[in-house]
């Protein structure tokens, strides 16, 4: 008997080299196998007879090839085979279909899967595009050969897996075909001992209604005859739901326990007193709105406590989370401690660098700025400053990470756009804090300073308390595991005197109307924006990328031709921090009326007299790409506007994308649909963003699941789960433990 730590290579009929193709797929053990599970099915239980197809159905039949060939066309290659019952035949046409070629064979027995259509080029009978095949002689042969050994048993055994049932059908790869993949499975499935163990405790799968372990894969790979179609497509068969909840269950309980670890280690109990307080209130450039007020209570009642705070803040754009920041980097250093801020790019940090001098420079905080692009010298002294203590605030990018960057005695970090650092940066960056030394003066702090703080005090290296910030909407079923070891703070309201943002789309050939409008706002003296996919024109496949219209070519006609009367001002990515600096200083102080840019802009960047925002190739930028964008402007009380102009081309995603900037402005709104049309996998775009490896479970598709799974995994840690034992408990932690790292792809962040 086998089990489900068996190497993968054990399994009849794999051996090593084929193990090594599916550790790609992460395949490595029996359990990874049995874990990879049909991405559909289909319906072999009554093959349809040619006579009986109708237009528009999807359908299984088995039938004989009669003809096939490979068709040249002036367009693309097609594979046209005619497969035939009796009289009746079915054309079937795969498209770019080269790699077909000599496939088919007259007299095969082929089983088809495909949408049933009217063949309006032919006699007007039946075709079928690009369907989903199998040539059923070929596994027949393969059964055959098996049989020598294992009896005539194994022809019928092949009759099982292929026809006369649902089918599951699976991702290939390589050579592993989705038949192969059937195979494989049900021989694993039939030498596994079906007492399984099962980490989950007895007292949930009771409450939930969950069926055993080896049933679960059992009906997940080979579902029973009755089984619904729709359950089976929305992954909410009994087999399913069991598995999807396991996955969820524990990935949750190891947050949990994550969490509860990080409250149990030494941190810095910050005094909060009337002399704190008057400082907070002191840099305040305007009243806080209540939602400020809210999440800063939040954040100061975390800092007094003796365990390391860490905390998400997360606002939409234009909600005023840097001043929030700003505010509990005052609770540090009125503490004596130092505080470092890190931002994903230089234009960013530059950016909060200049916002922390104009708001605490002159309540007499000292602040520096570290980055990859400044001179040696600078860097080293900076560096002098931040080891010795005199700098409070330092603020930079990935450069904070060096190694040559030591702080004195670091309190408070924070995080700008986590999702665009790795989970090991922001772990990195802590560390720098637990191995200052607490014990050290400070040098040069704030006069008022007092030394206070907790553990770390008396010896033991405390951590720091770690705020993470996100100007990027996060539905909360991504939040739950992206960020489940944090707790979450959220700015749900924007500040007083903002005027909504009027969206609206135009397409390109319309460009003259919109320049008129440009021109009306800048007259009033206002000033805009105007942003390119890309900074200059290149030659891509077919010449795509040169139909894309360019930054710097469109600063020369617009600068030249388009608005000579005006002061037009290029922003890119190209630009030397220095060149950078000089465009967004003359941008903000007025001198430039219009900043022409690339994406650079789509962060930080904050001049309230901007009121106009034109998106060139609109449908080239993803939907949480646009929002940011929009999120530059509004920023003042004049109203504002956002243009989408378009190219000739759309999509049918980026029509979805346009629509839904056009009819919302609300950050979480746009989120949710942005988590729908790309998946969990690509909401962020890059994959050290931390999110987990799920197998099974969708984000989207399974949103309750994960949340009943949250609390169940919440009340088991917490000792008040009802029904659970202090043996079930451990076993669960046990089994998370041995699974962790290569069940979720995850590592610990501090």
Avoid at 619 to 635: A, M, P, T, W, Y
Wanted: hydrophobic share 40%.
């Amino acid at each position: 008997m086998l089990d489900l730590g068996t190497p993968i290579q054990f399994v009849k009929g794999i051996g090593p080299r084929l193990a090594e193709t599916l550790s790609a797929k992460g395949i490595s053990v029996i359990e990874d196998l049995l874990y990879y599970l049909p991405f559909r099915y289909e319906d072999r239980i009554n093959p349809r007879t040619i006579a009986e197809l109708c237009p528009g159905e999807m359908a299984s039949v088995i039938a004989e090839v009669r003809t096939s060939a490979l068709l040249r066309t002036r367009r693309m290659p097609i594979m046209e085979m005619t497969a035939g019952q009796g009289r009746a035949t079915l054309k079937c046409m795969w498209f770019r279909g080269t790699y077909l070629k000599d496939r088919f064979q007259p007299g095969q027995m082929v089983a088809l899967y495909g949408k049933v259509e009217q063949d309006s080029r032919g006699r007007g009978g039946l075709q079928m595009l690009q369907p989903q095949f199998e040539i059923l002689d070929e596994a027949e042969a393969e059964v055959e050969a098996e049989a020598e050994n294992a009896g005539r048993a194994a022809h019928s055994k092949w009759h099982s897996l292929e026809v006369g049932r649902i089918v599951p059908i699976y991702e290939g790869t390589g050579k592993l075909t989705t038949r192969w993949f059937r195979r494989i499975i049900h021989s694993a499935l039939e030498s596994l001992d079906p007492s399984l163990p099962d980490a989950v405790p007895a007292a949930i799968r009771g409450r939930l209604g969950l069926v055993p372990r080896f049933e679960a894969f059992w009906r997940a790979h080979w579902p029973d005859a009755g089984e619904s179609f729709a359950a089976l497509e929305t992954a909410r068969t009994p087999a399913h739901v069991r598995l999807i909840f396991e996955e969820l269950f524990f990935l949750e309980l190891g947050l949990e326990l994550k969490r509860r670890r990080l409250r149990g280690l030494p941190g810095i109990s910050f005094r909060i007193d009337a002399r704190v307080r008057q400082a907070l209130k002191d840099i305040l450039p305007f009243h806080p709105t209540a939602s400020q007020k809210r999440v800063l209570k939040e954040i100061a009642d975390d800092m007094r406590q003796p365990s390391p705070m860490r905390r998400l803040l997360q606002g939409d754009v234009g909600s005023g989370k840097t001043i929030v920041a700003f505010e509990a980097a005052i609770i540090a250093m009125e503490n004596g401690y130092q505080v470092s801020m890190m931002a994903p790019t230089e234009i960013l940090a530059t950016q909060h660098y200049l916002s922390a001098r104009r708001i605490l420079e002159k309540a007499g905080y000292r602040i520096v700025l570290l980055t990859g692009s400044q001179e040696q010298d600078r860097k080293r002294e900076t560096r002098r400053h931040i080891a010795q203590g005199n700098a409070q605030l330092v603020i930079g990018t990935h450069a904070l990470l060096e190694e040559k960057v030591e702080f004195h005695k670091l309190g408070l970090v924070i995080v700008d756009e986590q999702h665009r650092f790795g989970v090991l940066q922001r772990m990195k960056l802590m560390k720098k804090g637990a191995e200052s030394n607490p014990n050290k003066p400070t040098a040069g702090f704030h006069p008022n300073a007092q030394r206070v703080g907790g553990p770390g005090l008396s010896g033991t290296p405390s951590a720091p308390d770690v705020l993470v910030m996100t100007a990027t909407p996060i539905p909360r079923t991504l939040a739950l595991t992206l960020y489940g070891d944090l707790d979450l703070s959220v700015i749900d309201e924007l500040p007083p005197g903002r005027t909504p943002i009027v969206t609206r789309r135009v397409p390109g050939e319309r460009a003259a109307e919109v320049w008129t409008f440009l021109r009306k706002l800048v007259a009033a003296g206002q000033q805009a924006y105007v942003v390119y996919p890309v900074i200059e024109e290149q030659t891509g496949e077919a010449g795509l990328e040169g139909e894309l219209k360019a930054a710097i070519r469109m600063y020369e006609e617009l600068r030249k031709k388009i608005f000579p009367e005006l002061r037009i001002g290029l922003l890119h990515g190209r630009l030397d921090t220095e060149e950078k600096e000089s465009v967004m200083r003359r941008f903000q102080a007025g001198e430039i009326d219009v900043l022409v840019s690339t994406t650079v802009i789509e962060v930080g960047v904050d001049v309230a007299n901007a009121t106009l925002m034109v998106i060139e190739h609109a449908e080239r930028f993803g939907l949480s790409q646009l929002h940011q964008l929009r999120g530059r402007i509004g920023r003042g009380s004049a109203k504002s506007y956002c243009v989408l102009m378009t190219g000739r081309k759309v999509s049918e995603e980026a029509e979805q994308r346009l629509d839904t900037m056009v009819r919302t402005t609300d950050g979480f709104e746009i989120a949710e649909k942005d988590l729908e049309l790309r998946g969990p996998g690509e909401f962020f775009g890059t994959k050290q963003a931390g999110m987990p490896s799920l197998r099974v479970a969708n984000l989207i598709r399974d949103r309750k699941l994960l949340e009943v799974a949250k609390q169940e995994a919440a009340a088991l840690v917490n000792g008040t789960g009802e029904g659970i034992s202090k043996e079930e408990a451990t076993q669960a932690i046990r089994h998370l433990q041995a699974h962790w790292n290569r069940r979720y792809g995850l590592v610990e962040a501090g």
